[in-house]
């Protein structure tokens, strides 16, 4: 159990509403759902889902924390956004879908290997060296993600994929050395370090 | 050209409905003078539409004879039919309304013979059925209708038709040169009861009642009920003629959403419950009906009702609010999709027809009112003081069941009496 984990715990202690209501981002939303279910029928990706919206609103209800924060359902979202033009009650549950996704992730209960998170953090990771996305590593690192055999299949499969956008110049293979960049890379870094801070003190505050 | 005698002691009501029509009855039986305004060519309102009523089950022919009784007999009322008030002003005790009066094209010399409408052939969309079946040209909107004299159609006018109505009239009641008119009278107080309208179905994009033949409305699923509506009382399938036994009602269909009618409209629970003895009486055993509701609202009394349905082993309810309709193409029987919130299961359903149990929504728009008047998020009057003499009746005050209207039209009445006793204390 990660310490931000045991703390939220022990802070919220039977009532896993009020941590998401305080912690999630629009999770003060989700008292408001009236359980009708027209946002898990309207979900293109439904039928994918372990847990629709409106399931993971009624288990967050009822107290369900590792359930609803181990859950992958909320990592198979596409922001494609019907739920929310649908919600009779106006939910913002896209919102709240990314807003557990990400509560999940920084208490460490995010599911190993999903890819959706995995793909988020190579992203970020990537985003972070050079302030700019590099996109023949972000890809390389999608590929090579489950290691080295299977990164080499991958690739492969891609192989036209990518002398195509190399042709048309989307992506240049130069990028593998260092790859362009902004032009204060260091102060980014500074900026994010302390956004990070200022919301860490901010979720440790929160009761 | 109409006539109208009021002063300011005369209580204007604003829609001849079961709610006008009670306001109405109830001010002119106390010796008050009253002028009543109605849109459509006759009284009554929705409620003449309705096969039955909830929860007793009986008919509203019935209420609705002793009130058109009590109208002919009570020389205090006026009843100005296909007339429509335009304009309103003055102040507490001293109002001017302007009304503008469609021409009938047939006099007071009818005698509801129906002559005319044998002698014509054109036929339209009869609105009366929600444009299910046909009427003439020239026609009574419905058997029973107040006052019992039949309609020329405008679109008929100049043409062969018109001229063959004309005709075949005995006693010279058809007059083909009729104007349109506008005639204002005074009024001390106004009980606006301009009621409501189903909500347009078409708005409600996922349940694809504008592509899907099969998909009907619960207004007009009240006239397929009806022994004497446009399918004999059958329950038959638009798409095919076919007899539908395997029937869904989806409620909340435009009600309490938030992209539609924010309120709940009340009615809607105890309508579908009611519609589904419709189906019991019609095929027995051999009837399935199948209720997705979000949460069923029968209250008090209404709870007994609700728990009989509720044994009725033909009768299913699925706790879902159905996220869209699809339709197979072989046999176009609608198919339901959602999520149910039992156990979250994943449903496709086919019936052979879809109900929708689409909500009230205020006949007149917000923008469109002819007074001013203090109207709510929904659409509905408020009881502000602001409105001074005028008094919302029935279901332009809230979405009401008939019961509760009439209720609420008599408190409507005493307060626009209330007014009128003022100004005759005032006037000596």
């Not at chain 1, 979900?43 to 288990?59: D, I, R, S, V, Y």
């Not at chain 2, 079961?18 to 849109?39: N, R």
């Not at chain 2, 006759?42 to 008919?59: E, H």
């Not at chain 2, 001293?94 to 009818?110: E, G, L, W």
């Amino acid at each position: 159990m990660s310490d931000l984990n045991s703390a939220m715990t022990e802070r919220y202690h039977n009532s896993f509403l009020r941590e998401v209501e305080a912690n999630v981002e629009e999770g003060e939303w989700v008292k408001m759902c009236m359980q009708c279910g027209v946002c898990a029928g309207s979900c293109p990706l439904g039928n994918a889902w372990e847990h629709t919206p409106q399931k993971l609103f009624m288990m967050i209800r009822a107290g369900k924390r590792e359930a609803v924060l181990s859950s992958d359902s909320m990592w198979m979202c596409t922001s494609c956004y019907n739920c929310i033009a649908r919600c009779p009650r106006g939910l913002p549950i896209t919102h709240i879908m990314h807003g557990l996704a990400h509560y999940a992730k920084r208490l460490g209960l995010a599911p190993k290997n999903q890819p959706t998170a995995q793909f988020s953090q190579i992203f970020w990771d990537n985003l972070m060296k050079k302030g700019r996305v590099n996109e023949l590593k972000l890809g390389l690192s999608v590929y090579f993600k489950d290691g080295f055999g299977q990164g080499i299949k991958n690739a492969l499969a891609n192989k036209q994929l990518g002398q195509n956008m190399m042709k048309a110049k989307r992506m240049n293979a130069m990028e593998f050395f260092g790859g362009h960049s902004i032009k204060d890379t260091s102060g980014l870094q500074k900026m994010i370090k302390k956004a990070q801070e200022i919301e860490d003190a901010k979720i440790q505050g929160n009761s | 050209m109409t006539e109208v005698i009021a002063t300011n002691q005369t209580i204007l009501v604003v829609g001849g409905g079961i709610s006008g029509l009670t306001a109405a009855l109830e001010a002119a039986e106390t010796g008050k003078q009253v002028v009543l305004v109605e849109k459509r060519p006759y009284v009554g309102g929705r409620v003449t539409q309705l096969y039955k009523y909830f929860p007793k089950l009986c008919f509203p022919a019935c209420g609705l004879e002793i009130n058109q009784r009590r109208a002919k007999m009570n020389p205090n009322l006026t009843i100005l039919t296909m007339a429509e008030v335009t304009d309103i002003q003055g102040d507490v005790g001293n109002y001017t309304a302007s009304v503008k009066i469609s021409p009938r094209y047939v006099n007071d010399n009818c005698t509801g013979c129906g002559d005319c409408a044998r002698a014509v052939s054109a036929e339209f969309d009869d609105e009366f059925n929600y444009g299910l079946g046909k009427r003439k040209g020239a026609y009574l909107p419905h058997r029973m209708a107040h006052p019992q004299r039949y309609v020329i159609d405008p679109a008929i006018l100049g043409t062969e038709e018109a001229a063959k109505a004309k005709a075949a009239c005995k006693v010279n009641a058809v007059d083909l040169e009729m104007q349109e008119e506008t005639v204002s009278f005074k009024a001390g107080a106004v009980v606006w009861a301009t009621g409501w309208q189903p909500y347009d179905a078409n708005k409600i994009q996922p349940y694809g009642y504008d592509r899907f033949q099969n998909v009907v409305t619960n207004v007009e699923f009240e006239r397929m009920a009806d022994p004497n509506g446009p399918t004999g009382g059958k329950i038959l399938r638009p798409s095919d003629g076919e007899v539908a036994k395997n029937i869904a009602f989806i409620q909340c269909a435009g009600s309490r959403d938030k992209n539609h009618l924010l309120h709940c409209s009340r009615i809607c629970c105890m309508a579908t419950l009611k519609q589904t003895h419709y189906v019991q009486e019609a095929l027995g055993d051999e009837g399935k009906s199948t209720i997705y509701y979000i949460d069923i609202r029968a209250i008090d009394r209404f709870e007994d009702f609700y728990q009989a349905v509720r044994e009725n082993p033909n009768v299913s309810f699925i706790k879902s609010k159905v996220a869209s309709i699809t339709q197979n193409r072989e046999n176009s029987n609608p198919v339901l999709n959602g999520v149910d919130t039992e156990g979250y299961h994943r449903y496709a359903n086919e019936h052979d027809l879809v109900v929708l149990a689409v909500g009230m929504q205020p006949s007149v728009d917000k923008a469109s009112f002819p007074v001013d008047i203090v109207i709510n998020e929904e659409g509905f009057i408020e009881p502000a003081t602001e409105n001074g003499g005028i008094f919302a009746a029935g279901c332009s005050s809230d979405a009401l069941d008939v019961n509760r209207a009439v209720q609420q039209a008599t408190g409507a009445a005493l307060r626009a009496i209330q007014v009128v006793n003022r100004v005759a204390g005032t006037e000596g």
